[in-house]
């Protein structure tokens, strides 16, 4: 671990911002506008530094795994953008309002309503967690031997479609797997890669392909409405279903908003919307975008498979009107997807991301680019050559950034990755670790300690070990294994 002294001030880079498109396009030189959060503060949480001494025992303790670490023990908190979200004071008097009857809660009826209207999909079916209705989905569409392609694999989602006898097959576009590819969107699908699996397993084999919008694992990055409508026409003529993973479609469209041509003129809502009417069902974790603490849900338009859907969800997560959710929870999270879609809240949402990406490359940093939706990703592999993949960098960026700061980062590289079928490590073109930014929680001055740290890390990367398992769960291996460092 890095013992660094060298401290580099980044308090310089300018305080205000282009537009986060300006950002993320070398060359183009439009108007300087500043932007602030549409929202003012009503309530704080405090927070408080630890002393270098209790960070170390704390990584230790927690065999070098930030998850594992207390929450107690973090300064700033960039784990994950899942279910950490503030709610707004609207959403807090919507949780007064819950009707906690076990069936035909009317919060239940409220959300559906609101899923139709601002995603078009007909029929809802709640779950505790996006994985609960991944799970669903899997059991329903998947049979042993198929095959699932997707724009990249999300770690929980692969685990179900493999669980439900279906092996992956991932058809990104090849610039999703290169950090310093500036394609606008890398969330794209690549149409040979399809053909070729089409033509290897025939299309019989392929139950659906889920598509991701703004694609965790590839580092927040878009898919195009141009290549969703492809991909529509594609589907349709081999007639191949499409699952939307939307858990973060309001940040997809506002890039597409801010990117594609002949889009900066609709709504980021309007986007939203024309996104999910080009799929056939999707899948929510509405701990991301809706800006709830806890919730899912599965929608879709199909009535036979929403009557098979409610058939499994009694068993797995409860009544087909609750689904694991207080009615309370479903009320928040109806009001946290009409807030979620507002153009002022997406403008501030990723203007903040891209505020700390951008002092991040002034300095220098690895980064994957362009900027994507929810988190800046550092290219562990280019900031830590020294360390082998095999030793997971990532990982041992992510301990050593907690140890210099007290920020608490994320592990996206080897160890998510996991084992294939035959218990072989994956070894990902990708080892990344991921700053992670809380939906309306942090301020700027956050941003630019995280900066800092980052760089102090950075500048003593060579002091950095690499990392061993001395425990090693059998799947989602990344949440729980725990870690000593190489000698
Ligand atoms: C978080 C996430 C999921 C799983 O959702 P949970 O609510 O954590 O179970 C699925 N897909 C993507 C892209 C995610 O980010």
């Given at each position: 671990m890095p013992q660094c002294s060298t401290v580099v001030s980044?308090?310089?880079?300018?305080?205000?911002?282009?537009?986060?498109?300006?950002?993320?396009?070398?060359?183009?030189?439009?108007?300087?506008?500043?932007w602030a959060e549409p929202y003012k503060i009503k309530m704080v949480e405090l927070i408080k530094m630890t002393t270098k001494p209790e960070r170390q025992a704390a990584i230790v303790e927690a065999g070098y795994n930030t998850f594992l670490l207390k929450s107690e023990d973090v300064y700033i908190d960039l784990l994950t953008d899942s279910g950490v979200g503030a709610m707004s004071d609207r959403q807090w008097a919507g949780m007064m309002m819950g009707d906690e009857a076990y069936a035909g809660s009317r919060n239940f009826y409220h959300l559906q309503q609101t899923i139709q209207s601002?995603?078009?999909?007909?029929?809802?079916?709640?779950?505790?967690?996006?994985?609960?209705?991944?799970?669903?989905?899997?059991?329903?569409?998947?049979?042993?031997?198929?095959y699932v392609p997707g724009n990249m694999?999300?770690?929980?989602?692969?685990?179900?479609?493999?669980?439900?006898?279906?092996?992956?097959?991932?058809?990104?576009?090849?610039?999703?797997?290169?950090?310093?590819?500036?394609?606008?969107?890398?969330?794209?699908?690549?149409?040979?890669?399809?053909?070729?699996?089409?033509?290897?397993?025939g299309a019989s084999r392929i139950p659906y392909i889920c598509i991701a919008t703004c694609v965790n694992m590839a580092g927040g990055q878009p898919i195009s409405l141009s290549n969703l409508n492809a991909l529509r026409v594609w589907c349709d003529k081999h007639d191949i279903v499409i699952v939307h993973d939307m858990t973060r479609v309001a940040e997809n469209a506002y890039f597409i908003q801010q990117r594609e041509e002949g889009c900066d003129s609709k709504t980021v809502r309007q986007i939203v919307k024309e996104i999910c009417e080009l799929t056939d069902v999707a899948t929510m974790s509405s701990k991301k975008d809706a800006m709830v603490n806890i919730g899912g849900f599965l929608a879709m338009n199909d009535a036979k498979l929403y009557e098979r859907a409610c058939e499994l969800v009694v068993v797995y997560e409860g009544l087909h009107t609750y689904g694991g959710m207080a009615g309370r929870d479903m009320e928040a999270l109806a009001i946290g997807i009409g807030e979620s879609v507002q153009d002022d809240h997406m403008q501030s949402r990723v203007g903040q991301v891209e505020y700390l990406w951008r002092q991040l490359d002034s300095a220098g940093v690895p980064l994957v680019r362009p900027c994507g939706g929810h988190a800046v990703f550092l290219d562990a592999q280019a900031i830590l050559p020294h360390i082998p993949q095999e030793q997971f960098p990532a990982q041992a960026l992510a301990a050593s950034l907690y140890l210099e700061s007290g920020i608490r980062a994320m592990e996206r590289g080897a160890v998510s990755a996991g084992r294939d079928k035959s218990g072989a490590n994956h070894l990902p073109e990708l080892e990344l670790v991921r700053l992670t930014i809380p939906r309306r929680v942090y301020t700027q001055a956050h941003m630019d300690v995280t900066a800092e740290s980052v760089i102090r890390v950075m500048n003593c990367a060579d002091q950095v070990k690499g990392l061993r398992f001395t425990y090693e769960p059998r799947v989602l291996r990344f949440f729980q294994a725990r870690f000593e460092e190489c000698t």
């Open positions: 980044v308090h310089s880079i300018a305080m205000s911002y282009h537009s986060p498109f300006s950002l993320t396009t070398e060359g183009e030189s439009m108007e300087k506008r500043s601002y995603y078009s999909y007909k029929f809802t079916v709640p779950t505790h967690q996006g994985r609960g209705a991944e799970n669903i989905l899997s059991q329903l569409l998947i049979s042993e031997g198929d694999y999300f770690t929980t989602t692969r685990l179900h479609q493999e669980l439900a006898g279906g092996t992956f097959v991932d058809v990104i576009i090849d610039e999703a797997y290169d950090p310093s590819s500036k394609h606008p969107f890398k969330g794209n699908v690549d149409f040979d890669k399809l053909d070729r699996l089409v033509d290897e397993v």
